[in-house]
């Protein structure tokens, strides 16, 4: 009687014990899977991004058993880890150093989202939290490309360097592009040939729609004709068609004798512009018609060379004659002729 009050009065402890032992047991059992995937991603929609990534062993070399992929919009730690959305559709892990894909789907357009994956062994133990990537879902699956520029223009040259000008595209109703794409080549350019061309790295970041552009493109041979087009893209990386092709030549040296025009006659379907060289700083250059109407004016120039591609301050080509051109200020003056 006095034994089973004794056993009475201790069972609870001992059950609390054996309870005890057991949360020990299952705790120093979770040892996390050394081994951890790492992912990457590879593409995206408006609604989906697509992740790989290589499989992992788990401690002893083996197969892990299972996936974990979670995604949120905002960085994942251990912390927040089950509050993340999982992945659907998630794959049954393959042997170790096979390829594996996963493309999560139902996302928001224009979202940046955040990705991570935790891997299991055969006790179901879990690896840490992989490093996190990241990714902007585009901002719609049928992406609108900036408008393609039809007015790409060489404005000046030099003997190592042509400068190009043209107007900021639009995308849609106003939006700006995020990138431009610049290729020149020697020959005539075409879409079936733009591969063949050499790429210029130096674009500018693109300026609000409508507003003016211009770039130095250095590097160039003298006295060696060129041929220039120009792509913009928007966020998305969907690029727009081609510009219209603008041509230039660089010039033979900077000329620093008397004021005068070369090529004289100009004829532009030989060579697109007609140079002005060695002009006064601060001097104003007018090409009037016989009868002394004003075709085109420079003002205030610089003191470097003025290119004239034939055109009126209209943008206009103006017709074969003699034209008359002086250097206000100045006694420079002459006549050129314009063969078509």
């Not at 059992?29 to 990534?53: F, H, K, N, Q």
């Not at 179901?124 to 490309?145: I, L, Q």
């Not at 230039?248 to 002005?276: D, I, K």
């Not at 206009?316 to 006694?331: C, D, I, K, M, R």
């Amino acid at each position: 009687m006095i034994m089973k009050l004794l056993m009475n009065l201790f069972t609870p402890a001992v059950s609390s014990l054996f309870r005890l032992g057991l949360v020990i047991t299952a705790t120093m059992g979770l040892i996390p899977v050394s081994a951890r995937a790492e992912l990457v991603c590879s593409a995206s929609s408006a609604s989906t991004v697509m992740l790989s990534w290589t499989a992992p062993g788990d401690n002893s070399g083996g197969t892990v058993v299972q996936y974990d992929i979670r995604y949120a919009p905002v960085p994942i730690t251990e912390e927040n880890w089950y509050s993340a959305a999982l992945a659907d559709s998630i794959p049954p892990p393959k042997e170790p150093g096979s390829l594996e894909t996963l493309v999560v789907t139902g996302l928001t357009p224009s979202t940046e989202y955040y990705f991570a994956i935790k891997t299991a062994d055969d006790t179901y133990n879990w690896s840490p939290v992989s490093s996190v990537v990241t990714r902007r879902t585009h901002s719609s699956d049928v992406s609108t490309p900036p408008t393609s520029v039809t007015d790409l223009e060489v404005v000046r040259s030099t003997p190592a360097e042509v400068v190009l000008s043209w107007t900021a595209p639009a995308i849609g109703t106003g939006g700006r592009a995020s990138g431009y794409l610049l290729q020149y080549s020697h020959d005539s350019i075409t879409t079936a040939i733009l591969s063949g061309t050499v790429r210029f790295d130096g674009t500018p970041q693109p300026k609000p729609a409508g507003e003016k552009e211009q770039i130095v493109v250095t590097g160039l041979d003298r006295s060696t004709s060129y041929r220039f087009v120009l792509r913009s893209r928007n966020a998305d990386f969907v690029w727009s068609g081609m510009s219209n092709i603008a041509g230039g030549t660089t010039v033979q040296s900077l000329s620093t004798g008397e004021t005068h025009p070369y090529p004289n006659p100009f004829r532009p379907a030989e060579t697109p512009f007609v140079t002005f060289v060695s002009i006064p700083i601060h001097a104003s250059l007018l090409i009037l018609t016989a009868s002394g109407n004003v075709v085109r004016q420079w003002i205030d120039d610089s003191g470097e060379d003025i290119i004239w591609d034939g055109t009126n301050q209209s943008g206009n080509a103006v017709a074969s004659g003699v034209y008359l051109w002086f250097v206000e200020g100045t006694n420079a003056s002459g006549k050129l002729v314009v063969i078509r």
